[in-house]
């Protein structure tokens, strides 16, 4: 956003009254350096923009125009999966479940832990990415069976990762939910094959990507056609090994409080640690996130893959989501 003075206009004034707003401004000035408006840092407060042309020197006020008006028109609007509310005023979602789907009767017990600890989507993969070729990648459409199947019987909607344009139309058939992975987040083609199926998107941020580039992925989606857009914050890259990701809180923050937008959070990717989770999970619901994903097994032990994080079935119900 720019900022254009009147002639005569006390800058100093004008840049008073900005930071009083919550703006972070750079000056503009001319060939002669005199100050002739601010340029708005894009970390500044969210504000009323029509604010700015009433104040005392501003001659006008300029607006770039947005690069995702789709996103922009899901502000403050609320997703449905099947008979769950993601977003607006209502109450947030815990959606609970394994890293992979490992057999029919493991998702069954898990998918009875996750109902009643209160959860209202249950998650797990079927197709799994996975960073060495060697380990368990999951059971593809025969796990999508297995969980559509225990979802049914305990009153749960499902959610689950398409991981490419071949798989879409087979999880598609399935799933009430579809999850983009971080990995994939810049898919494009990916992004288009998924949106066409006019289903709701859980969107996972990418472990390098700015806010820009998460919210122009949604963008993608809501242009192909997708019902709705949620935002998964699951950590991205830091530099310090304690966490296995980065936590972005402010991230949540910005998209729920000044983009209204709906925003789960997953602390189980995002620190990797088992006894962070619960108090990063209040965290997020504390800064305005409108669910958590969190990774749960009934035998962490034998889990075949992200057994060091999931959550035990007492530990998960200790989130207060059951009634």
Not at 264 to 287: E, M, N, T, W
Not at 314 to 323: E, I, K, R, V
Request: charged residues 20%.
């Amino acid at each position: 956003m720019w900022i254009r003075l009147e002639n005569e206009a006390d800058a100093s004034v004008v840049a008073a009254q900005l930071q009083g707003m919550g703006l972070w401004t750079r000056a503009l000035e001319d060939a002669s350096g005199c100050t002739t408006g601010f340029a708005v840092e894009p970390f500044s407060a969210a504000i009323d923009w029509q604010r700015l042309d009433q104040l005392d020197g501003v001659a006008e006020v300029q607006r770039p125009r947005s690069a995702h008006p789709r996103v922009d028109a899901q502000m403050g609007q609320e997703v449905v999966v099947g008979s769950v509310y993601f977003g607006a005023q209502n109450e947030p979602v815990l959606i609970a479940g394994p890293c992979a789907i490992e057999s029919a009767e493991q998702v069954e017990a898990i998918a009875a832990v996750v109902a009643q600890a209160g959860a209202k989507v249950l998650r797990g993969g079927a197709y799994k990415p996975r960073s060495s070729p060697y380990s368990f990648s999951g059971h593809g459409q025969m796990a999508l069976a297995w969980m559509r199947q225990a979802a049914d019987r305990h009153g749960l909607a499902v959610v689950t990762e398409v991981m490419s344009e071949a798989e879409v139309d087979g999880v598609s058939a399935v799933a009430d939910m579809l999850q983009i992975g971080s990995r994939n987040m810049q898919n494009f083609a990916l992004l288009r094959s998924v949106g066409q199926r006019h289903k709701p998107v859980l969107l996972k941020r990418g472990v390098a990507a700015t806010v820009e580039e998460w919210l122009l992925a949604g963008e993608h989606l809501l242009e192909a056609g997708a019902s709705g857009v949620v935002f998964c914050e699951r950590g991205i890259s830091g530099f310090d090994p304690h966490t296995r990701n980065l936590l972005d809180l402010g991230a949540v923050a910005l998209l729920t409080t000044a983009y209204k937008l709906p925003v789960v959070v997953d602390p189980s990717h995002a620190v990797g640690r088992r006894d962070l989770i619960p108090s990063l999970a209040q965290a997020s619901l504390a800064v305005g996130a409108n669910g958590l994903m969190i990774e749960t097994h009934v035998d962490s032990s034998k889990a075949l893959s992200d057994g060091a994080q999931a959550l035990s079935p007492d530990t998960l119900s200790m989130l207060g989501f059951a009634q």
